[in-house]
């Protein structure tokens, strides 16, 4: 069997994403497994789920630092030294710098069906719109907002009495499971990205 993928997870908030995924890394046979948990704000539900499963932890706060530029250098020196095969964007609320970009295959998982719905309130625009199916998109992340390769997709439908809460709910239990399972695939079996083309499996590890 392969060594474990080596995962870094970065979150800025409840980190119930990140949770699925130390779940699913407690079987050996998931493939992969977390080294790191980084975010870019102290006191968050996503650091104190790491701290109880023993996984490192950092925070780069922008505030801390001069420029963006030295923000995005400190985080990609950090994540660096955890040797990650792949970083997780679960719910990190920051645009990632393309020299990290470069450095590092980073997946990150929004909560709507890219291309639609991009930014900080994917459920909010879907409600509002009025769109009957919604859902979820990992991705691999590239300059632009929510604009990557699409790894996978989960549909969600809309109820007609969603409000924005039970809406971003309903996609979040889809979007666990979706991670999980990709994830998963690509730790075990590799991930070929080619254009926008992603492909999982087919020994392209
Ligand atoms: C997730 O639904 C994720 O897709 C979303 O934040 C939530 C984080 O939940 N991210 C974005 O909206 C980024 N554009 P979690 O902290 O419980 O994993």
Redesign the pocket.
Known sequence: MHQPTRLVVL??????????LLDACADPAYGARVVAVGADRED???LARAERAGIPTFVRKVSDFETREGWDASLTTVVERFEPDLVV?????KLLAPEFLDRFLTL?????LCPAF??????RDALEHGVKVTG?TLFVVDAG??TGPIVAQVPVEVADDDDVASL?ER??TA??AMLVDAVGRIARDGITVDGRRVRIGAGAR
């Open positions: 979150v800025s908030g409840s980190g119930t994403n990140l949770q699925a968050i539900e996503g964007s679960a719910g990190f609320m990150n998982t929004h909560p709507a991009p930014g900080m309130h994917g459920p979820a907002v929510d971003h996609i979040k979007e666990r």
